[in-house]
T-cell receptor, first 116, second 112 residues
């Protein structure tokens, strides 16, 4: 079974530039998550989709971050403009989540973003 | 008080040792609990879900104490390959939704 696919694997940009990350979840997984993980910290949820609807985006800095999942499958996360503090690993995860108990959640390899 | 707290470590133990990690949570309405393992520069991977009765998977044992609001992970006969960061994760109800709260992780280094 194919896992969660993410690209690019690494990205280096200068502050105030824009960047976009792509995620393709495991086939059939209705729930998709974007997490930000800063070095030495646990993952922080940015946004959670159920199919193509947003379930939780309470921690998404909406002045600079946006995400979409138009057809309920793959998703993009964009940062515009980037700040130094956005340097982190951006992890995409997906789950069946039939029970609402977050069972069977799988992560992609992540995109490591460095903002200079 | 943080919603999920873990001792960050690092825990340095010799091969073959038994090591235990604790994790405390503040929301008494928490519904499900997990331990994830994260290797350096890798994504988190589910190690164990934690059930009320406690559960065991080979050398790993997870227990839940709802009264004291903590979960634990015990690793017996540590291997070099167990070196990683162990993340405690708690599922809480937030309004009509549920969300996962992640701890900062506990770092384990198993030494030869």
């Amino acid at each position: 079974e194919a896992g969660v696919a993410q690209s690019p694997r690494y990205k280096i940009i200068e502050k105030r530039q824009s960047v976009a990350f792509w995620c393709n979840p495991i086939s059939g997984h209705a729930t998709l998550y974007w997490y930000q993980q800063i070095l030495g910290q646990g993952p922080k949820l940015l946004i959670q989709f159920q199919n193509n609807g947003v379930v939780d985006d309470s921690q998404l800095p909406k002045d600079r971050f946006s995400a979409e999942r138009l057809k309920g499958v793959d998703s993009t996360l964009k940062i515009q403009p980037a700040k130094l503090e956005d340097s982190a690993v951006y992890l995409c995860a997906s789950s069946l989540d039939l029970s609402g108990l977050f069972e069977n959640m799988f992560f992609g390899s992540g995109t490591q973003l460095s903002v200079l | 008080r943080k919603e999920v707290e873990q001792d960050p470590g690092p825990f340095n133990v010799p091969e073959g040792a038994t090591v235990a990690f604790n994790c405390t949570y503040s929301n008494s309405a928490s519904q499900s609990f997990f331990w994830y393992r994260q290797d350096c520069r890798k994504e988190p991977k589910l190690l164990m879900s934690v059930y009320s009765s406690g559960n065991e998977d080979g050398r790993f044992t997870a227990q839940l104490n709802r009264a004291s609001q903590y979960i634990s992970l015990l690793i017996r006969d540590s291997k070099l390959s167990d070196s990683a960061t162990y993340l405690c994760v708690v599922n809480i109800r937030a309004g009509n939704n549920r969300k996962l709260i992640w701890g900062l992780g506990t770092s384990l280094a198993v030494n030869p």
